[in-house]
């Protein structure tokens, strides 16, 4: 069974790896995009799906990677992954005394106290001299769009691994426990604030790496496009759709929409807004627990049929 | 620092904190009665904003049509949001309260979008009350200080209706205990309905409001929600005078990070703010410490 | 003789005017059985919040094996052996009730697989053992309750806080939880248990019962003292105990 999932893990990133060669540039960028919008709810899944606390803010992370990029590469001639990579270890040094701070507070506050430090920091790009105030900062151009694609592809792929792990794990059974109540997980003995302190960090190390990964794909950095609440929004919707706090959730949510995020966003950005916002609510009302549980409960279905008919 | 100007700007402040007040007051009825909360808020703030403003420059509508209009409007909206959504989600227990703050944030980007293509991505304010009133070495804008009236009339009423009224004596019953209120008879489900309803009215009212000091488009809903926010987190959740109190220093802290730091810093201030009493007090200003 | 398990010294906790404990000494030995007895709101529940550590008192001190435990944190509290249960159960909805049950005792085993294994030998001992797939919130009340113990007693506890571990339970489903509770004492585990009503019980399991009323203990001591102290019976019953004990005023009981 191990075996396998790693065969299958194996062939699935070859495969990813492999595609580019044989696609044209929209091609190739629908498939960063889809890459980049999954790994995006997978890192999101881990505090509010697993741990539970919804945080409508993870795209400040995002924001911070494709920022310290941005700046590593105009101001310090660094390599752009390397300030990729210094932008995911800020993202997880801010978030190890965010969390402290922040995971104080329960349910919407927790929630707005995100939202708020995502348009907070929004200001200060837009104040601040070092980040090129409301224009941004400019990146050189070249032939970045497939570095970029293998740096997402290689962080989604952890990601996914990540979250493959945690879902077996007696991390992801606390972190699960504490999320159905808290309190009670507390008098279990669960070390409630290092277990979610952790997985906030796991939800901001990601958006953290691929923010400078989003940076060189597009060539610049602004403040309204790197804190883009919609990043937010989108992996809401994406993980209710899939299933949120599940394995798979993440993937079959980020596949089913990202293209069509991406279009509509680009094209029709008030019924992109609509449409995702109305789709969190419809989902919420008809398919609370999204696709993968349905599925899961059919395939177990399928199986127990199955092994009747052998018998 | 001339000590007039400070006496300006808390003048300044402390009205527009009456406007926050009203926006806060629409919250903690729908948290008190429901124990959700309402994170599209400032989406319904400022859409009747955008509203009031619209109709303003087509017909020069004011206020005395524009406010019972918008009020209406917002409350056959939030009954038919509860009707149609709130009240279908899952009754798990567990997840109650998460469920809810998903579905309000759902919410308010859907309305982000709606009001984006009624009234487009413009900066609108209603130019209506323009003059002002000198006090000595105040000056007191006629805008703010209609504002702030109306919105000390809008909630006194608000008292009268929860203190005197059928209804009202059932939304406390409610909000104090569910259980308690079902053996009394009273109709939890219509009760809802009525206090979500009532509560988006108020944020509405308070919107036609807001409009006359601010600026604002549909995307600024969202600091709308965080400045309320702020007021109840100063105030403490479900504390009708700690709201007062703490509309009064975010009045005070909008106003004076406009005058001496950029107008996108003081949207910034209410946050601030906010972050700073969730940490250092998180049950608010006037909240009881401790567990 | 060695020092008591837990000391509660001069506990005292206000609610804004509220007294719900005022000045409580207790002491447990080990492997003893201990019932607290009081009416609604005698202040059962909010004393065992403060042992397990999810609530401050006001003043006073609690001791576990020597050592004082008020300033800890609950997980800490949970780690050195004082598990408890919940009034009202509070399963972990939406997991299973065996991954119920191996959250606490993972602070044990170091693997989830072992946990696991660990928490399905607990169920088969509290009678939960064909549920363990099943979601824990589709339990029924009286399931709930043995979950609750069943996960308590996979921290593997030096102490075990019941708190209405019988309320809402049948008279055959009470016999079968004191039976179970018996058993403790063999193990050497000690047991608080806060009770409200089902004095036959209570009579029959304790080593010793102590009496809350407002807040305040009243009587403390062997069950045949307790139904001697005429205090006992007038302050809390307003009759003398043997007619309660002859005739219990049990919760669903028909
Ligand atoms: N968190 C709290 N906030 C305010 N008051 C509380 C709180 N917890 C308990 N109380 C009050 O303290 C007193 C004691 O309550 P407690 O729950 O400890 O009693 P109890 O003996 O467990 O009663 P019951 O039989 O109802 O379980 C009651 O008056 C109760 O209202
Ligand atoms: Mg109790």
Same mark, same amino acid.
């Given at each position: 069974?191990?075996?396998? +999932?790693?065969?299958?893990?194996?062939?699935?990133?070859?495969?990813?790896?492999?595609?580019?060669?044989?696609?044209?540039?929209?091609?190739?960028?629908?498939?960063?995009?889809?890459?980049?919008?999954?790994? &995006?709810?997978?890192?999101?899944?881990?505090?509010?799906?697993?741990?539970?606390?919804?945080?409508?803010?993870?795209?400040?992370?995002?924001?911070?990677?494709?920022?310290?990029?941005?700046?590593?590469?105009?101001?310090?001639?660094?390599?752009?992954?390397?300030?990729?990579?210094?932008?995911?270890?800020?993202?997880?040094?801010?978030?190890?005394?965010?969390?402290?701070?922040?995971?104080?507070?329960?349910?919407?506050?927790?929630?707005?106290?995100?939202?708020?430090?995502?348009?907070?920091?929004?200001?200060?790009?837009?104040?601040?001299?070092? +980040?090129?105030?409301?224009?941004?900062?400019?990146?050189?151009?070249?032939?970045?769009?497939?570095?970029?694609?293998?740096?997402?592809?290689?962080?989604?792929?952890?990601?996914?691994?990540? +979250?493959?792990?945690?879902?077996?794990?007696?991390?992801?059974?606390?972190?699960?426990?504490?999320?159905?109540?808290?309190?009670?997980?507390?008098?279990?003995?669960?070390?409630?604030?290092?277990?979610?302190?952790?997985?906030?960090?796991?939800?901001?190390?990601?958006?953290?790496?691929?923010?400078?990964?989003?940076?060189?794909?597009?060539?610049?950095?602004?403040?309204?496009?790197?804190?883009?609440?919609?990043?937010?929004?989108?992996?809401?919707?994406?993980?209710? &759709?899939?299933?949120?706090?599940?394995?798979?959730?993440?993937?079959?949510?980020?596949? &089913?929409?990202?293209?069509?995020?991406?279009?509509?966003?680009?094209?029709?950005?008030?019924?992109?807004?609509?449409?995702?916002?109305?789709?969190?609510?419809?989902?919420?009302?008809?398919?609370?627990?999204?696709?993968?549980?349905?599925?899961?409960?059919?395939?177990?279905?399928?199986?127990?049929?199955?092994?009747?008919?052998?018998? | 620092?001339?000590?007039?100007?400070?006496?300006?700007?808390?003048?300044?402040?402390?009205?527009?904190?009456?406007?926050?007040?009203?926006?806060?007051?629409?919250?903690?009825?729908?948290?008190?009665?429901?124990?959700?909360?309402?994170?599209?808020?400032? %989406?319904?703030?400022?859409?009747?904003?955008?509203?009031?403003?619209?109709?303003?420059?087509? #017909?020069?509508?004011?206020?005395?049509?524009?406010?019972?209009?918008?009020?209406?409007?917002?409350?056959?909206?939030?009954?038919?949001?509860? !009707?149609?959504?709130? !009240? !279908?989600?899952?009754?798990?227990?567990?997840?109650? %309260?998460?469920?809810?703050?998903?579905?309000?944030?759902?919410?308010?980007?859907?309305?982000?979008?709606? #009001?984006?293509?009624?009234?487009?991505?413009?900066? !609108?304010?209603?130019?209506?009350?323009?003059?002002?009133?000198?006090?000595?070495?105040?000056?007191?804008?006629?805008?703010?200080?209609?504002?702030?009236?109306?919105?000390?009339?809008?909630?006194?009423?608000?008292?009268?209706?929860?203190?005197?009224?059928?209804?009202?004596?059932?939304?406390?019953?409610?909000?104090?205990?569910?259980?308690?209120?079902?053996?009394?008879?009273?109709?939890? %489900?219509?009760?809802?309905?009525?206090?979500?309803?009532?509560?988006?009215?108020?944020?509405?009212?308070?919107?036609?409001?807001?409009?006359?000091?601010?600026?604002?488009?549909? %995307?600024?809903?969202?600091?709308?929600?965080?400045?309320?926010?702020?007021?109840?987190?100063?105030?403490?959740?479900?504390?009708?005078?700690?709201?007062?109190?703490?509309?009064?220093?975010?009045?005070?802290?909008?106003?004076?990070?406009?005058?001496?730091?950029?107008?996108?810093?003081?949207?910034?201030?209410?946050?601030?703010?906010?972050?700073?009493?969730?940490?250092?007090?998180?049950?608010?200003?006037?909240?009881?410490?401790?567990? | 003789?060695?020092?008591?398990?837990?000391?509660?010294?001069?506990?005292?906790?206000?609610?804004?005017?509220?007294?719900?404990?005022?000045?409580?000494?207790?002491?447990?030995?080990?492997?003893?059985?201990?019932?607290?007895?009081?009416?609604?709101?005698?202040?059962?529940?909010?004393?065992?919040?403060?042992?397990?550590?999810?609530?401050?008192?006001?003043?006073?001190?609690?001791?576990?094996?020597?050592?004082?435990?008020?300033?800890?944190?609950?997980?800490?509290?949970?780690?050195?052996?004082?598990?408890?249960?919940?009034?009202?159960?509070?399963?972990?909805?939406?997991?299973?009730?065996?991954?119920?049950?191996?959250?606490?005792?993972?602070?044990?085993?170091?693997?989830?697989?072992?946990?696991?294994?660990?928490?399905?030998?607990?169920?088969?001992?509290?009678?939960?053992?064909?549920?363990?797939?099943?979601?824990?919130?589709?339990?029924?009340?009286?399931?709930?309750?043995?979950?609750?113990?069943?996960?308590?007693?996979?921290?593997?506890?030096?102490?075990?806080?019941?708190?209405?571990?019988?309320?809402?339970?049948?008279?055959?489903?009470?016999?079968?939880?004191?039976?179970?509770?018996?058993?403790?004492?063999?193990?050497?585990?000690?047991?608080?248990?806060?009770?409200?009503?089902?004095?036959?019980?209570?009579?029959?399991?304790?080593?010793?019962?102590?009496?809350?009323?407002?807040?305040?203990?009243?009587?403390?001591?062997?069950?045949?003292?307790?139904?001697?102290?005429?205090?006992?019976?007038?302050?809390?019953?307003?009759?003398?105990?043997?007619?309660?004990?002859?005739?219990?005023?049990?919760?669903?009981?028909?």
């Amino acid at each position: 069974m191990k075996g396998r +999932t790693v065969i299958a893990f194996a062939i699935v990133a070859a495969v990813l790896a492999l595609v580019p060669q044989f696609l044209n540039g929209y091609a190739r960028s629908l498939l960063y995009i889809t890459v980049l919008y999954v790994a &995006l709810a997978y890192a999101w899944n881990v505090i509010s799906g697993y741990a539970g606390y919804l945080s409508f803010g993870q795209v400040t992370f995002f924001g911070l990677g494709a920022y310290t990029t941005a700046i590593s590469v105009t101001r310090g001639n660094l390599p752009w992954w390397e300030g990729a990579l210094l932008g995911g270890v800020i993202s997880a040094a801010l978030a190890v005394p965010l969390g402290y701070l922040m995971l104080r507070l329960r349910g919407a506050f927790f929630a707005l106290g995100m939202l708020g430090l995502a348009q907070t920091l929004q200001v200060v790009a837009n104040s601040w001299q070092l +980040t090129g105030g409301g224009s941004g900062l400019f990146l050189p151009p070249g032939s970045n769009a497939l570095p970029a694609y293998y740096w997402t592809l290689a962080i989604g792929l952890l990601t996914f691994a990540a +979250t493959l792990f945690i879902d077996r794990s007696a991390f992801g059974l606390r972190l699960q426990a504490l999320r159905e109540d808290e309190q009670v997980a507390s008098t279990l003995g669960v070390q409630v604030t290092t277990t979610k302190v952790w997985a906030f960090v796991i939800s901001a190390i990601v958006p953290g790496l691929l923010g400078g990964g989003y940076a060189w794909y597009l060539t610049y950095v602004e403040p309204v496009s790197a804190f883009a609440t919609r990043f937010d929004l989108q992996a809401v919707a994406m993980t209710i &759709l899939g299933g949120i706090g599940t394995v798979w959730g993440p993937l079959i949510g980020g596949v &089913l929409m990202s293209q069509v995020s991406e279009m509509l966003a680009a094209q029709y950005p008030q019924a992109y807004l609509m449409i995702f916002g109305g789709l969190v609510v419809v989902l919420l009302v008809f398919l609370p627990r999204g696709i993968a549980p349905a599925v899961s409960a059919a395939l177990a279905r399928h199986r127990a049929r199955a092994a009747q008919g052998h018998r | 620092m001339h000590a007039a100007l400070i006496g300006q700007l808390t003048i300044d402040g402390l009205l527009v904190g009456g406007v926050y007040a009203l926006s806060a007051l629409g919250l903690n009825v729908i948290f008190g009665v429901m124990r959700i909360v309402n994170l599209a808020h400032g %989406e319904f703030v400022i859409g009747a904003a955008l509203l009031s403003a619209v109709l303003f420059e087509r #017909w020069h509508a004011n206020l005395f049509v524009v406010l019972p209009l918008a009020f209406v409007l917002a409350f056959g909206l939030g009954a038919l949001i509860q !009707r149609a959504f709130l !009240r !279908r989600l899952p009754e798990d227990l567990a997840s109650a %309260e998460a469920t809810s703050l998903l579905m309000t944030f759902g919410l308010s980007y859907f309305f982000v979008g709606a #009001w984006l293509t009624f009234f487009s991505g413009n900066f !609108r304010s209603v130019p209506y009350l323009t003059g002002a009133w000198t006090l000595g070495p105040f000056s007191i804008a006629q805008a703010r200080l209609a504002a702030f009236v109306a919105s000390g009339i809008i909630a006194v009423l608000l008292a009268l209706l929860l203190r005197y009224t059928a209804l009202g004596r059932s939304i406390r019953a409610t909000s104090q205990n569910v259980q308690g209120a079902l053996a009394c008879g009273v109709d939890v %489900e219509r009760v809802r309905t009525l206090s979500f309803a009532l509560g988006t009215a108020i944020a509405a009212a308070s919107g036609c409001l807001l409009i006359l000091i601010f600026t604002v488009n549909p %995307e600024t809903g969202a600091n709308v929600t965080l400045a309320s926010f702020a007021v109840i987190a100063l105030g403490g959740l479900g504390n009708y005078a700690g709201t007062l109190v703490g509309a009064a220093v975010i009045g005070l802290a909008v106003s004076f990070t406009g005058y001496f730091a950029t107008a996108q810093v003081a949207q910034a201030a209410p946050y601030v703010l906010f972050i700073l009493v969730l940490l250092l007090r998180p049950a608010g200003i006037l909240g009881k410490s401790g567990a | 003789m060695s020092a008591p398990l837990l000391e509660i010294e001069n506990v005292s906790r206000a609610f804004g005017g509220v007294r719900a404990l005022d000045g409580v000494d207790l002491r447990v030995n080990q492997g003893e059985i201990l019932c607290i007895i009081g009416p609604n709101g005698a202040g059962k529940t909010t004393l065992f919040n403060i042992i397990s550590g999810v609530m401050r008192p006001s003043s006073g001190d609690v001791r576990f094996q020597g050592e004082s435990i008020v300033r800890w944190s609950p997980q800490r509290i949970a780690a050195a052996g004082i598990a408890r249960t919940y009034q009202i159960a509070r399963p972990f909805a939406r997991l299973c009730v065996r991954d119920n049950v191996a959250v606490a005792a993972l602070v044990h085993e170091r693997t989830l697989e072992r946990a696991r294994r660990a928490a399905q030998d607990v169920l088969e001992s509290v009678g939960l053992a064909t549920l363990a797939d099943r979601p824990a919130g589709s339990l029924t009340l009286t399931q709930r309750k043995r979950l609750e113990v069943a996960r308590a007693l996979a921290l593997r506890p030096k102490l075990l806080l019941l708190d209405e571990v019988m309320a809402g339970l049948t008279p055959t489903e009470i016999d079968t939880m004191a039976a179970f509770i018996e058993q403790l004492r063999e193990r050497g585990i000690a047991a608080i248990g806060g009770v409200e009503h089902v004095m036959r019980v209570v009579m029959r399991i304790s080593d010793r019962i102590a009496v809350l009323d407002f807040g305040k203990k009243i009587a403390d001591g062997t069950p045949a003292e307790i139904v001697a102290d005429s205090r006992v019976g007038e302050a809390y019953f307003g009759t003398s105990l043997d007619d309660v004990g002859a005739a219990p005023p049990t919760k669903g009981h028909s």
